[in-house]
Protein backbone atom coordinates (compact mmCIF):
# COMPACT_ATOMS: atom_id res chain seq x y z
CA UNK A 1 0.00 0.00 0.00
CA UNK A 2 1.49 3.25 -1.18
CA UNK A 3 -0.89 6.45 0.50
CA UNK A 4 -1.01 9.59 1.75
CA UNK A 5 -3.80 10.28 4.37
CA UNK A 6 -4.93 12.30 7.49
CA UNK A 7 -5.94 8.91 9.58
CA UNK A 8 -3.77 7.04 11.87
CA UNK A 9 -2.12 3.62 10.62
CA UNK A 10 -2.98 0.37 11.57
CA UNK A 11 0.75 -0.85 11.87
CA UNK A 12 -0.02 -4.14 12.83
CA UNK A 13 -2.45 -4.67 9.91
CA UNK A 14 -0.55 -2.96 6.97
CA UNK A 15 2.57 -5.96 8.48
CA UNK A 16 -0.15 -8.53 8.48
CA UNK A 17 -1.10 -7.59 4.90
CA UNK A 18 2.40 -7.14 3.43
CA UNK A 19 3.66 -10.33 4.94
CA UNK A 20 4.56 -13.59 2.18
CA UNK A 21 5.96 -16.94 2.62
CA UNK A 22 8.79 -15.55 0.61
CA UNK A 23 10.04 -13.04 3.08
CA UNK A 24 12.40 -14.21 5.49
CA UNK A 25 12.87 -10.68 6.72
CA UNK A 26 10.54 -7.92 7.42
CA UNK A 27 11.47 -3.98 8.21
CA UNK A 28 9.13 -1.97 9.98
CA UNK A 29 10.16 1.94 10.44
CA UNK A 30 7.96 4.44 12.37
CA UNK A 31 8.55 7.95 12.46
CA UNK A 32 6.61 9.80 15.20
CA UNK A 33 6.80 13.65 16.62
CA UNK A 34 9.67 14.11 18.51
CA UNK A 35 9.50 16.71 21.27
CA UNK A 36 11.97 18.98 20.85
CA UNK A 37 10.15 21.95 22.46
CA UNK A 38 7.67 21.62 19.97
CA UNK A 39 3.30 21.09 20.35
CA UNK A 40 3.00 19.36 16.91
CA UNK A 41 3.82 19.32 13.48
CA UNK A 42 1.21 19.97 10.80
CA UNK A 43 2.15 18.51 7.35
CA UNK A 44 1.10 19.58 4.26
CA UNK A 45 1.30 17.59 0.78
CA UNK A 46 0.17 17.88 -2.85
CA UNK A 47 -1.57 14.60 -2.24
CA UNK A 48 -1.78 13.10 -6.29
CA UNK A 49 2.15 14.44 -6.80
CA UNK A 50 3.62 12.90 -3.37
CA UNK A 51 1.39 9.28 -3.86
CA UNK A 52 3.15 9.20 -7.15
CA UNK A 53 6.80 10.01 -5.87
CA UNK A 54 6.10 7.31 -3.09
CA UNK A 55 4.92 5.24 -6.13
CA UNK A 56 8.32 5.39 -8.26
CA UNK A 57 10.47 5.31 -4.70
CA UNK A 58 9.39 1.47 -3.64
CA UNK A 59 9.52 0.70 -7.29
CA UNK A 60 13.21 1.75 -7.33
CA UNK A 61 13.74 0.19 -3.73
CA UNK A 62 12.37 -3.13 -5.29
CA UNK A 63 14.29 -3.13 -8.04
CA UNK A 64 17.72 -1.70 -6.22
CA UNK A 65 17.29 -4.25 -3.30
CA UNK A 66 15.15 -7.04 -4.93
CA UNK A 67 12.56 -6.48 -2.15
CA UNK A 68 9.59 -8.80 -2.25
CA UNK A 69 6.95 -5.76 -0.88
CA UNK A 70 7.12 -2.36 0.12
CA UNK A 71 4.00 -0.46 1.92
CA UNK A 72 4.69 3.02 2.70
CA UNK A 73 1.85 5.36 4.23
CA UNK A 74 2.46 9.26 5.56
CA UNK A 75 0.43 10.99 7.42
CA UNK A 76 -0.85 14.74 6.99
CA UNK A 77 -2.63 17.38 9.25
CA UNK A 78 -2.03 18.63 12.39
CA UNK A 79 0.10 15.71 14.67
CA UNK A 80 0.75 16.25 18.14
CA UNK A 81 4.14 14.89 19.68
CA UNK A 82 3.87 11.23 19.91
CA UNK A 83 1.99 10.54 16.50
CA UNK A 84 2.68 8.55 13.90
CA UNK A 85 3.79 10.32 11.03
CA UNK A 86 4.78 7.89 8.57
CA UNK A 87 5.10 3.99 8.46
CA UNK A 88 7.43 2.27 6.26
CA UNK A 89 7.19 -1.74 5.69
CA UNK A 90 10.11 -3.14 3.99
CA UNK A 91 10.00 -7.44 3.03
CA UNK A 92 13.09 -9.17 1.69
CA UNK A 93 14.52 -12.24 1.46
CA UNK A 94 16.74 -11.37 3.99
CA UNK A 95 17.28 -8.52 6.62
CA UNK A 96 20.58 -6.80 4.85
CA UNK A 97 18.46 -6.28 1.88
CA UNK A 98 15.17 -5.41 4.47
CA UNK A 99 17.25 -2.79 6.05
CA UNK A 100 18.95 -1.30 3.67
CA UNK A 101 15.87 -0.93 1.62
CA UNK A 102 13.88 0.87 4.58
CA UNK A 103 16.52 3.57 4.80
CA UNK A 104 17.12 4.54 1.23
CA UNK A 105 13.26 4.82 0.61
CA UNK A 106 13.15 7.27 3.92
CA UNK A 107 16.13 9.22 2.69
CA UNK A 108 14.49 9.51 -0.66
CA UNK A 109 11.54 10.51 0.78
CA UNK A 110 13.16 13.28 2.32
CA UNK A 111 14.83 14.68 -0.34
CA UNK A 112 12.17 15.02 -3.02
CA UNK A 113 8.34 14.38 -2.06
CA UNK A 114 6.34 17.15 -1.57
CA UNK A 115 5.67 16.92 1.94
CA UNK A 116 5.89 19.99 3.97
CA UNK A 117 5.98 20.56 7.80
CA UNK A 118 5.73 23.20 9.97
CA UNK A 119 6.66 23.18 13.97
CA UNK A 120 4.49 24.62 16.35
CA UNK A 121 5.83 25.98 19.45
CA UNK A 122 3.24 27.74 21.23
CA UNK A 123 2.91 31.50 19.21
CA UNK A 124 5.85 30.12 17.30
CA UNK A 125 5.42 28.23 13.72
CA UNK A 126 8.51 27.75 11.13
CA UNK A 127 7.76 25.62 7.67
CA UNK A 128 10.18 23.29 6.16
CA UNK A 129 10.89 20.80 4.11
Not at 38 to 63: C, P, Q, S
Not at 89 to 107: K, N, Q
Amino acid sequence: MIAIQEEDIDIAALIAASRRDSMGAQVVFVGTVRDDGIEAIEFEAHAEMATKDLEEIAAGATETFGLHSVDIIHRTGLLPVGETIVVIVVGAGHRAEGFEGCRWILERIKEFVPIWKKDIAGETARWHH
